[in-house]
C-alpha cells in the first residue's frame, strides 16, 4: 500500500472529481472541438511592423438589439487590416472573425461554456467601454464572418461580414 502526503491526496482526489465530474479548463484558441489549430479561414495573423489600414469597429447593443459598426467590412486579398474594436456597450461583447461553419461551431461550444477564455488571434472579448485591437492578412478571397459569439448576442445581431476580393 502507498502513503500520500496531504498535497498528493488532496491532488489526487481533486483530479478523480474532475474526471468523474466532466470538469475541463475553459480555454479556447479557434477551430473545432478543442479549439487547438493555427490555421484559420480567414486568413493569418497580421504583423504590425508592417503596413496596414485601420478599421474601426463598435460594439454596441439596445433596444433588444446588439450590432457592430460597420456591420459589413471589404478588404482585398493579401491586404493587411489593424481592426480596432471598442465596446460602447453596456455588456461583455466578443469578435471572432473566422467562417461562418467555424463560428457556429465555435457558438455551440459558448453555450455550453459562456464564460470559455479565448487565446485567439483572430478574436477577442472586451468588457464594457473596453478597446482592442487585431491585427489581420486576409489571404483567401470570400465571405467571412465576425461575430460576439457570447450565447444570445449573435442571435440578436451582433455579427457582420468581411468580403475579401482578389486584387
Given amino acids: 500500500m502507498h502513503t500520500f502526503s496531504k498535497r498528493a491526496r488532496a491532488t489526487l482526489l481533486l483530479a478523480s472529481v474532475a474526471v468523474a465530474g466532466g470538469l475541463t479548463t475553459a480555454h479556447a484558441e479557434p477551430g473545432d472541438t478543442g479549439h487547438a489549430h493555427k490555421v484559420f479561414a480567414a486568413g493569418e495573423p497580421g504583423d504590425a511592423s508592417k503596413p496596414f489600414r485601420v478599421i474601426e469597429v463598435a460594439m454596441t447593443e439596445g433596444d433588444g438589439t446588439m450590432a457592430y459598426d460597420p456591420s459589413s467590412i471589404a478588404v482585398t486579398v493579401g491586404e493587411q487590416v489593424r481592426i480596432v474594436l471598442t465596446n ?27 464564460e470559455m477564455e479565448h487565446a485567439d488571434p483572430n478574436g477577442r472579448r472586451l468588457m464594457p467601454a473596453g478597446t482592442s485591437e487585431i ?22 445581431g451582433m455579427k457582420g461580414v468581411i468580403v475579401v476580393s482578389a486584387k
Fill in 88 to 114: 460602447k456597450g453596456t455588456l461583455d461583447h466578443e469578435f471572432m472573425l473566422d467562417s461562418v461553419e467555424k463560428n457556429a461551431k465555435h457558438r455551440i461550444a459558448m453555450q455550453k461554456n459562456p
Fill in 135 to 156: 491585427y489581420w492578412k486576409f489571404s483567401k478571397a470570400g465571405t467571412f464572418e465576425f461575430a460576439c459569439l457570447i450565447p444570445g448576442h449573435s442571435e440578436a
